[in-house]
C-alpha cells in the first residue's frame, strides 16, 4: 500500500473515533468502542505504520488545541501514548513534539493538566531511552525477574457468579485462558530483546534475523540476552542526563554479540536492498487472575496471598523496617512479655554501652536472641494513616519512571507491588466491593501489612442483565456505570460500550481449540482500561446504623455506595406500645416519620431541620443528580469537608384531602439534600431497609436508622496514640480525624472532564 493510501485509511480510522466521541452522530450499538480497537489493530499487524499514526494523531491534537474542542484532547492523548508506547520506528523529532504538546496541556485545568503531566513524564524517559516504556511495562506485567525493576503487577478480574450469568464466567474465562496460554517468560523475554534492540538501533536492525535468531537461542543464553538489555535500558534511564547516543552504542554491542560482526554490519550497511516488512512485537496481555466473589474477606486474602509470594523471596532485606506480623494468622500473633531491667537513666548503663559492638560479636549475637518475642514500638509517619498514603502521592500516577504510589512509606520499604482489582457487575456488586474496601481499611489499622507495600488500583466494568422493554430494571442497576460516562467520555465509549459484546461472547458456541490465533477484542478493551485508566473518581461511602422494633436485638451498622431504599412494611409494632391516642394515626398508606437533617447551605453552615409528615417510602441516592453536581469526588489534593457531602434524599409524601365525596390520599415527591439524617417511624408501621438495590442486603423491622459519611476506620486516638502526642494535640487530631470521609476510587482515563 501507498504511504498516502496508508495515511488516508488511518485518517478515517481516527475521524470514526472522533465521531464515536461526538453527541451529534452516535455510532451504532454493534460497533460502538470497535473504531479504537481496529486502530490499534491496523498498527499491530503492520509496525510500519505507527509513524503516520503518530503524525495524524499529533496532528488532530493541536487542531483540538486550536479551537478548543477539549472533549476529543484526552482520548486521542490516549490512544498516542499506547501507540508510542507499542512501536519501534518512532524519530527522535516525534518524540519531542509529543512532549511539547504536553508540555502546552499543563496551563490546562484539571484534568487535562494531569494527564499531560504523567504523558509528558513519561515521554521524557521515552525520547532518550526509547523502548523503557514496553520493557518496564512487560517486565512487571509478565512478573518478570529483574533486580533493576523489581516492580510487580497483576489484574484481579472479580465476578460475583450470584449477579452475573454463568456463560459470562465461563466466556471470559476461557478467552483469558487462551490468550494467556502462549505468554510463556521465554516468549516475553524474547519480546523484550527484540523491541528494545528494533526502538534503539532503527532501520539499521535486521528485525527479522533477530528474532529468528531469539527464536533458536537456548533459555540460558536468552535470559543473558534479556539482562543485558534490561541493565543498559534501567541505567541509561535512571542518569539525571541520559543520553541517547551512549544508549546507542550499549544495545549496538548488544546485538553484535548476538548476530554476530558479519550479519550486524550487514544490517548497518543496508544497500540498495529493498525494505522488508517490520515483524509484529506484541506487547503481551497482563496476568490476569479470575476469581468469582465470595464474601468480603476474600480481596484481602487474595492481596496478602500476591504479596506473599514475592515477600518470601526478595523483602527479606527491609523485615526490621515494617511489622510482617499482619501477613500471619491471628493466632500466631502472641507475643511472649518481657520483662525490662532498664531503668532508662544513662548513668545506669554499663561501661561501654554507648559503643556499638562489632559485627559478628557475641553481644550482637546474644541481643539478637533476646529481642525475639519483645515488643517493638512502630513509629509510623504523620500521614501513614491517611488516605491519601493508600493510594500513593495525589496527581502523579503509575510508570512515570517508577509506578504510582511507590514511595517508601516507611524506610527501606518501597511499593513494589500494584494491585489492580477489577469488577464485572451492576451497581451491586460496586455495593459488595465497598464492603470489602471498608473492611480492608479497617482492616490495616490492626494489621499494618499492605499499606506500604501495595498500590491498590479499584476499575469497573458494568454488565447488566438484557434490558426488557417493558422494565426498567437495567438502567437502575447501572445508575454509577452512568455517571461515570457522563464524567469522562472516553469511558463510555470504551468501557461502558464492553456489555454488549460481553454477552455476544457468552451466546457464542464454546470452541476449546486454542491453536487458532483470535483477535480477543473484550481482552483487549480490558487490557487497554487497566493500563491507561489511571485516574481515579472518588466515591463517598455512607455508614447506615440500623435500631430494630425488637429491643432485645443489638443494632446493626453498614454501609452503602450508591442507594439506600425504604418501604413501609405491613407488619407493626406490638399493639402494646401504642397509645390509643396513636392507634388513629396510622389510618391510610404510609407511615407517620420523623426526619431529622442537616440542611447542606452553599455557606457550608449547618442547620438542623426536623419535620414529621406521613410518607410512602424514601430513596437515598449518593450519586449526584446532574453533571455539576457532586463535590464529593473530589480528589484527596482538595482536602474535601463533610459539608460538601450530599445525599439526595427523595421522600414520597402522602397527602390526604377531604371533600364532599369523603377522604382521599395523593402523594407527592419532595427532595432535598443533607450530609446526614435520621429517621424514625411514629406510628405502627415498620421499615424495610434495602441497601445498594442489592436483594441480598436488607433489613427488616427497622423502627429507626442513622446514615452519614463513613469515616476513616483509623480513629484519633489510634493516629495521636501511635504518634505520641499530647493531650491537648490529641484532641485536635481527634477532631480532625472524625472529619475524615473514607472515599473509594475507580479509575478512568481523566477523571471528571467538567
Not at 25 to 33: E, R, V
Not at 79 to 93: D, F, P, Q, S
Not at 209 to 228: C, I, M, N, P
Not at 298 to 303: A, D, G, N, P, T
Request: aromatic content about 6%.
Amino acid at each position: 500500500m501507498e504511504s498516502s493510501d496508508v495515511d488516508l485509511d488511518l485518517q478515517r480510522s481516527v475521524h470514526a473515533v472522533l465521531r464515536e466521541l461526538s453527541a451529534q452522530a452516535p455510532a451504532l450499538p454493534s460497533n460502538q468502542g470497535m473504531w479504537r480497537w481496529s486502530l490499534h489493530k491496523k498498527v499491530e499487524r503492520d509496525p510500519g505504520k505507527s509513524p503516520a499514526l503518530v503524525r495524524i494523531l499529533l496532528r488532530e491534537l493541536e487542531k483540538a488545541e486550536s479551537e478548543d474542542a477539549r472533549h476529543v484532547i484526552i482520548p486521542l492523548l490516549h490512544t498516542l501514548m499506547y501507540v508510542l508506547t507499542k512501536a519501534t520506528g518512532i524519530t527522535e523529532e516525534l518524540h519531542r513534539r509529543t512532549y511539547a504538546f504536553c508540555t502546552r496541556l499543563l496551563t490546562l485545568p484539571a484534568p487535562y493538566c494531569t494527564v499531560a503531566l504523567e504523558c509528558a513524564m513519561r515521554l521524557k524517559t521515552e525520547t532518550a531511552v526509547p523502548g523503557t516504556l514496553y520493557q518496564r511495562l512487560v517486565i512487571a506485567e509478565q512478573n518478570l525477574t529483574s533486580e533493576l525493576y523489581p516492580f510487580r503487577e497483576r489484574v484481579f478480574l472479580f465476578v460475583d457468579p450470584e449477579l452475573v450469568s454463568p456463560s459470562v464466567c465461563s466466556a471470559l474465562l476461557l478467552e483469558i485462558e487462551a490468550a494467556q496460554g502462549q505468554q510463556t517468560p521465554e516468549a516475553c523475554m524474547r519480546h523484550v530483546v527484540s523491541h528494545a534492540l528494533q526502538a534503539a538501533l532503527g532501520e539499521a536492525c535486521e528485525a527479522g534475523v533477530l528474532q529468528r535468531k531469539l527464536q533458536t537461542s537456548s533459555r540460558r543464553a536468552l535470559e543473558r540476552y534479556f539482562h543485558a538489555v534490561v541493565a543498559a535500558v534501567e541505567q541509561m534511564a535512571s542518569e539525571p542526563s541520559p543520553s541517547r547516543e551512549g544508549h546507542l552504542e550499549r544495545l549496538e554491542e548488544i546485538y553484535c554479540s548476538l548476530l554476530g560482526p558479519a550479519e550486524a554490519a550487514r544490517g548497518r550497511c543496508g544497500g540498495d536492498r529493498p525494505q522488508a516488512r517490520l515483524p509484529s512485537i506484541p506487547l503481551p496481555s497482563p496476568h490476569i487472575t479470575f476469581h468469582l466473589w465470595t464474601d468480603e474477606e476474600q480481596l484481602w486474602e487474595e492481596l496478602v496471598l500476591f504479596l506473599r509470594l514475592r515477600s518470601q523471596l526478595r523483602l527479606s532485606a527491609d523485615l526490621e523496617a515494617l511489622d510482617l506480623q499482619g501477613f500471619l494468622p491471628d493466632r500466631e500473633l502472641a507475643r511472649a512479655s518481657v520483662l525490662s531491667t532498664d531503668s532508662g537513666i544513662e548513668r545506669d548503663l554499663p561501661w561501654g554501652a554507648d559503643e556499638p559492638p562489632t559485627p559478628g560479636s557475641p553481644e550482637v549475637e546474644r541481643a539478637g536472641l533476646q529481642r525475639k518475642g519483645g515488643i517493638k514500638k512502630r513509629v509510623w509517619p504523620p500521614d501513614i494513616l491517611m488516605p491519601s498514603s493508600w493510594d500513593g502521592p495525589p496527581g502523579l500516577h503509575r510508570r512515570i519512571g517508577r509506578p504510582s504510589g511507590d514511595r517508601e512509606l516507611l524506610p527501606g520499604v518501597s511499593r513494589l507491588h500494584t494491585a489492580h482489582v477489577l469488577v464485572l457487575g451492576d451497581d451491586r456488586m460496586l455495593g459488595r466491593l465497598a464492603r470489602a474496601y471498608h473492611s480492608l481499611r479497617k482492616r490495616e489499622t490492626q494489621k499494618f501489612c499492605l499499606t506500604p507495600r501495595l498500590s491498590l488500583q479499584l476499575y469497573y466494568i458494568p454488565v447488566l442483565a438484557p434490558e426488557k422493554p417493558t422494565a426498567s430494571r437495567h438502567s437502575e442497576l447501572g445508575e454509577l456505570a452512568a455517571f461515570l460516562g457522563r464524567a469522562d467520555p472516553w469511558y463510555e465509549s470504551v468501557v461502558n460500550t464492553l456489555c454488549p459484546a460481553i454477552r455476544k461472547l457468552a451466546e457464542m458456541p464454546l470452541s476449546l481449540d486454542t491453536s487458532q490465533t483470535v483477535d480477543p477484542f473484550i481482552l483487549d478493551a480490558i487490557t487497554y482500561y487497566v493500563r491507561m485508566g489511571t485516574q481515579p473518581i472518588y466515591f463517598q461511602i455512607y455508614a447506615v446504623k440500623i435500631f430494630f422494633s425488637d429491643l432485645s436485638q443489638d443494632p446493626a451498622e453498614d454501609i452503602f455506595l450508591t442507594e439506600l431504599k425504604v418501604k413501609i412494611q405491613d407488619s407493626k409494632f406490638p399493639r402494646d406500645s401504642l397509645s390509643p391516642r396513636r392507634r388513629g394515626v396510622a389510618e391510610g398508606p404510609g407511615a407517620e416519620l420523623s426526619i431529622c437533617y442537616q440542611k447542606a447551605l452553599l455557606s457550608h453552615r449547618t442547620r438542623e431541620v426536623t419535620v414529621s409528615l406521613r410518607a410512602a417510602g424514601l430513596v437515598l441516592k449518593a450519586l449526584p443528580a446532574s453533571d455539576t453536581e457532586g463535590p464529593t469526588h473530589c480528589p484527596p489534593t482538595a482536602a474535601p469537608d463533610i459539608d460538601h457531602t450530599c445525599l439526595n434524599i427523595s421522600v414520597t409524601e402522602v397527602v390526604k384531602t377531604s371533600n364532599l365525596a369523603g377522604r382521599s390520599f395523593s402523594t407527592v415527591t419532595n427532595t432535598f439534600r443533607t450530609a446526614d439524617i435520621q429517621i424514625q417511624s411514629q406510628d405502627q408501621r415498620l421499615l424495610t431497609l434495602l441497601l445498594d438495590k442489592d436483594s441480598c442486603r436488607m433489613y427488616r423491622d427497622v423502627a429507626r436508622f442513622e446514615v452519614a459519611p463513613c469515616p476513616e476506620p483509623c480513629s484519633g486516638a489510634q493516629k495521636s496514640k501511635a504518634l505520641g502526642l499530647s493531650s491537648h494535640q490529641e484532641e485536635m487530631e481527634r477532631t480532625k480525624a472524625k472529619a475524615k470521609p473514607l472515599l473509594m476510587p475507580i479509575n478512568t482515563f481523566s477523571g471528571i472532564v467538567q
